[in-house]
């Protein structure tokens, strides 16, 4: 784990091998689209490890084969998973095989070409947000206009315990987030050098989505 300057102490970068590995085969254009969507999978699940480094736990009482023992459990009500749709299930779903009790909720929005602000299309999550840890998830903080759209919204549905996990940030994106939303700290697996004119990230991997499904 790496967190960067003062400045950006909201951002959390995760630089163990084995993520930063699997990010470079996702970045090479020749890597198959089953094989991106594998290796989503798998650096999903290691990203989730770092995103809930601070849950809250408590004790339960158990017996093992040997003996009785307080054993330490999480604490609280489920947590919630948020994705930003479309390109978000491809994080969701690695998060999940992790951590199969949670709770799922949905954020459509679409980026509009010309004017690169995000457009809502569907909203659908969990009850009680207020009470549960809300994890936002969408592989590419670009400009970060979805994501702070995609906060506001879970925001106003009551959370108030949001993480946010991507795959990749640009400088741009944190910039956009902290100032929105100071309170939301941003777990990825790398800060890239900026944005194209058409918002994505350089030097990047492509759209997320459509290397995750094929559609380009």
Not at 124 to 152: C, H, Q, W, Y
Request: aromatic share 6%; proline share 5%.
């Amino acid at each position: 784990m790496t967190n960067t300057t003062d400045d950006l102490a909201h951002l959390t970068i995760v630089d163990h091998p084995l993520v930063q590995h699997k990010l470079t085969l996702m970045r090479d254009k020749a890597t198959s689209t089953a094989g991106f969507r594998q290796l989503l999978r798998e650096i999903s699940q290691l990203l989730a490890y770092e995103v809930t480094r601070s849950m809250p736990m408590t004790t339960t009482r158990i017996e093992t084969p040997l003996m009785e023992m307080d054993a330490p459990v999480l604490d609280g009500k489920k947590m919630a998973l948020i994705s930003i749709l479309r390109a978000g299930n491809g994080l969701l779903d690695g998060v999940l095989e992790l951590i199969p009790s949670a709770r799922v909720g949905f954020v459509g929005l679409y980026r509009d070409e010309e004017t690169l602000q995000p457009v809502q299309y569907y909203f659908k999550v969990p009850l009680e947000l207020s009470d549960r840890l809300v994890i936002a998830v969408d592989p590419m903080l670009a400009t970060g206009n979805s994501s702070v759209a995609a906060i506001d919204l879970l925001k106003k549905a009551g959370a108030t315990n949001l993480r946010f996990l991507c795959l990749l940030a640009s400088p741009e994106g944190v910039a956009r987030m902290k100032e929105a939303h100071p309170d939301v700290q941003i777990v990825t697996a790398a800060l890239d050098e900026g944005l194209t004119d058409k918002g994505y990230i350089y030097p990047g991997l492509g759209d997320a989505g459509d290397r995750m499904f094929g559609t380009k």
